[in-house]
């Protein structure tokens, strides 16, 4: 038993839509990444590295967790002509960059 394909949410699969989830993809890889030298990071700087780690994933699992609900608000958004940027996203990830300096900043200082 097969099941049909379902029709595409919009007609032009190069829209924006698709762009921005790549985008959003290349983000949660760098978050990744960046967990990943703070793990190196470990020994010279302590327990307090731990508190970037856990922040780096969790902004990338957000990322990744909500990225399907993005792509079909985008694009029922084309569809219907009312589209709006995102900008619960782009605040809270500003917030997690935000948070992530200043964590580093407090470890590299030791307060």
Not at 79 to 88: F, G
């Amino acid at each position: 038993m097969s099941t049909a394909p379902r029709p595409p949410l919009h007609l032009d699969p190069g829209l924006q839509p698709e762009r921005t989830v790549m985008s959003w993809g290349r983000t949660t890889l760098s978050l990744c990444v960046a967990a990943l030298v703070f793990l190196r990071w470990l020994p010279h700087y302590g327990v307090g590295i731990l508190a970037m780690i856990v922040l780096a994933l969790l902004a990338a699992g957000s990322i990744y967790a909500t990225q399907r609900h993005r792509y079909t608000v985008a694009s029922h958004g084309i569809k219907s002509e009312r589209l709006r940027a995102d900008v619960v996203a782009i605040l809270a990830m500003s917030i997690a960059v935000l948070s992530l300096g200043v964590v580093g900043i407090l470890v590299v200082v030791d307060f």
